[in-house]
């Protein structure tokens, strides 16, 4: 889950369980590898249910620049390994985009980078009868919207990112994270590796085989 108020100044991660310390290395090495350059990462925190600023039932977070997770998570080799990819990867988006970001491009990119299974989330996809969301719809927190929407979100960004990854690769992906941290607005971002928004939303749909969704 990602943060709507990232950006303070890392310091540095408590003394942490061993296994935590192992898989947070691995996390870095990872990330680094795929970015391409070393990372400045937040401090990682094992916090109790009912002590994080967000949804209590989430087996990790990113929020105010801080890595939270649950004692739970902690005690499940792949799910800490998952989460921690996913978490750190909110950070290092957060970063890199200096907050100039749509929520659907975080939560895509946190779940690519974390081992979501997208083949089985677009399965589901093709299978839902509803029409998909206009990507321009969920820019914002998904919180703010009911469960079922708040769902489909997620698995849509998953999808889309997916699908914008294989279109610009990861060396056009990466230039788009870079705009973004220079200020430009998303779809001119975009346009700038050769796609506009209106094209990534059919082509995506296209891919999918799904009826055009209502713009």
């Known amino acids: 889950a990602a943060a709507q108020d990232g950006g303070q100044s890392p310091t540095p991660t408590a003394s942490l369980d061993p296994s935590v310390e192992r898989e947070l290395k691995a996390a870095r090495s990872y990330l680094e590898g795929w970015f391409g350059a070393p990372l400045v990462l937040p401090p990682v925190e094992v916090t109790p249910a009912g002590k994080t600023p967000g949804p209590g039932d989430l087996p990790g977070q990113y929020h105010n620049g801080v890595v939270r997770i649950l004692p739970a998570t902690v005690q499940r080799e792949a799910e800490l390994r998952r989460v921690l990819r996913h978490e750190l990867t909110h950070a290092v988006i957060d970063q890199r985009t200096r907050g100039n970001c749509p929520h659907w491009f975080q939560e895509g990119m946190a779940q690519f980078l974390d081992g979501t299974d997208v083949v089985a989330i677009e399965k589901r996809l093709r299978l ?72 990534l939303q059919q082509a995506w749909e296209s891919s999918l085989r799904m009826p055009g969704s209502v713009r």
């Open 128 to 199: 839902d009868p509803k029409a998909l969301i206009p990507l321009f719809r969920i820019e914002g927190p998904f919180v703010d919207h009911e469960p079922s929407v708040r769902e489909q979100a997620y698995r849509q960004s998953a999808s889309a990112v997916s699908f914008l990854i294989s279109r610009i690769r990861r060396s056009g992906l990466l230039f788009l994270i870079q705009r973004l941290g220079e200020g430009r607005p998303f779809d001119r971002a975009l346009l700038e590796t050769g796609l506009s928004y209106a094209e």
